[in-house]
């Protein structure tokens, strides 16, 4: 079950143990902007990491890019965000906040907040206007229209455009895919709830291109199922992940078919999107085709035949995934035998951003020099925390709330046989087993899962 304030939790955790600050804080934040702080960018590290190892390094069907984040600007053109990447904006003249014109209904007046915008006497909502949601700059020394270069949307058209340079260089055939982690920003006009709807955020996207005479719906119906088992993977609940297909209406003019993978973030905001696996056709490489005039034809050597493969695109946000974990993973629990509870970041120990806390019992008789050296040996291998300070509950307990899922005890014991408690976060439960035997312990429980 989601806790039901999960979001104001999160957001106070991840500033306090260094996962998540806002912005530019020292100037009053930039809207919806976050920096990632040492552990943050270690847990989404570690989620990039997850994608990056099952779509690409462990297939030998998908190419891996990374393509630049600024592109001729033809490519916006050609890709349809020019014209159409664009949410209907209404204006408040009284109180000067904007709205997504189809979403007044979630909305909430700032002046009021009990009543939606419009619905307040004051209120002087203007006629919806279109707005383009990409970020413009110049490129070059001069500030005019023919120097304007768009910040990527998506990282998606740096893969069709290339579909031609990875195929030959590599001389896969088709099916195969293209995948790249990377950038993407969108002048969102209601971004919020933390991370989950930013201006700047990450996208982990792969575009499979197959054969349009053969078998395509079902390499859809392979990547829906391949993409859902990947978030369960990484320890999200099955009970708060399902399946949202595209209706008519909501499907974009290109799709052929549409699912999001929905995840129960709980705390007001519930089911909402963190992938959507499309059946985009030839739309992409076809408009690609048209506005540069070069062929992005595959050659079928078997048969003789040049074809514009369809595609079937995965497209997951790393930010949102990272969000998802850390709602997933809330928990506040009571401690049998203790007067206090605990916080736990239930994350699977391969997302963990720390592997193991080492702590000495005590400061004194040497454990402190062995637990220290213990750390030294450990940290090549997988990120620890040493830490010495204050009573052995609530070291515990700090690294229960960061999500680490061993902690390692040096004690009395340890100075006469060599052998160290091991505490499992979850089950609380506790080992002993030889210093030297710790290494191999972690190492085979924070694997890829
Ligand atoms: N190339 C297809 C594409 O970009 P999308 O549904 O617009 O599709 C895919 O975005 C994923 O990117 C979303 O499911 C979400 O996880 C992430 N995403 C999109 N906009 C976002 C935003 N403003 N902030 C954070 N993540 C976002």
Redesign the pocket.
């Known amino acids: 079950m989601p806790h039901p304030d999960v979001m104001d939790k999160l957001v106070s955790l991840c500033k306090r143990r260094g996962f998540i600050f806002q912005s530019s804080e020292i100037y009053g934040g930039t809207g919806s902007v976050w920096d990632y702080g040492p552990l943050g960018v270690e847990l989404k590290k570690n989620v990039k990491d997850r994608w990056w190892h099952a779509m690409v390094r462990s297939r030998d069907d998908i190419e891996g890019l990374d393509a630049a984040i600024l592109m001729n600007p033809r490519v916006w053109e050609a890709s349809g965000h020019v014209s159409g990447f664009t949410d209907p904006l209404v204006d408040c003249k009284a109180c000067k906040a904007r709205f997504r014109a189809d979403k007044l209904e979630d909305a909430r007046c700032p002046r009021k907040p009990s009543r939606r915008p419009g619905e307040h006497t004051d209120c002087q909502l203007t006629e919806p206007r279109q707005f383009n949601l990409m970020f413009k700059t110049f490129m070059g020394p001069v500030e005019e229209s023919a120097a304007v270069v768009y910040l990527r949307p998506?990282t998606?058209q740096g893969i069709y455009v290339n579909f031609l340079n990875v195929q030959q260089a590599t001389r896969q055939k088709v099916p195969f895919g293209i995948a790249q982690i990377g950038k993407?920003f969108?002048n969102?006009i209601t971004?919020g709830n933390f991370?989950?709807?930013?201006?700047e955020?990450e996208?982990m996207?792969m575009q499979f291109f197959v054969d349009p005479n053969g078998d395509h719906m079902q390499w859809f119906e392979f990547w829906k199922a391949q993409r859902m088992a990947w978030h369960a993977s990484l320890g999200l609940q099955h009970d708060r992940l399902l399946f949202h297909q595209h209706s008519p209406e909501e499907l974009a003019h290109y799709a052929r078919a549409a699912f999001?993978i929905q995840f129960d973030f709980g705390g007001g905001l519930g089911f909402q999107?963190?992938?959507?696996v499309?059946h985009r056709g030839d739309f992409d490489l076809g408009r690609h085709q048209e506005y540069s005039g070069k062929k992005l034809e595959y050659f079928d050597q078997p048969n003789n035949r040049r074809f514009v493969p369809f595609v079937i695109?995965t497209?997951?946000?790393a930010?949102?995934?990272t969000l998802a974990l850390l709602a997933n993973g809330y928990r506040e629990e009571a401690v049998p035998g203790e007067d206090e509870g605990r916080v736990v970041l239930g994350l699977h120990p391969s997302l963990a951003p720390i592997k193991a806390g080492i702590f000495p019992l005590v400061k004194k008789d040497g454990m402190p020099e062995f637990a220290a050296k213990l750390a030294g040996e450990l940290r090549p291998h997988f990120p620890v925390f040493y830490d010495e300070s204050g009573a052995i509950g609530r070291r515990y307990r700090r690294q229960d709330e960061v999500g680490t899922p061993f902690c390692l005890t040096i004690d009395g014991e340890t100075m006469l046989n060599g052998t160290v408690t091991v505490r499992d976060r979850d089950s609380l439960r506790q080992e002993r087993i030889a210093a030297d035997a710790v290494r191999d312990y972690v190492s085979a429980r924070v694997g890829n899962g």
């Open positions: 998506e998606a993407a969108r969102e971004p991370i989950f709807r930013t201006r955020f996208q996207e999001d999107e963190i992938e959507g499309h695109e497209s997951v946000g930010d949102r995934t």
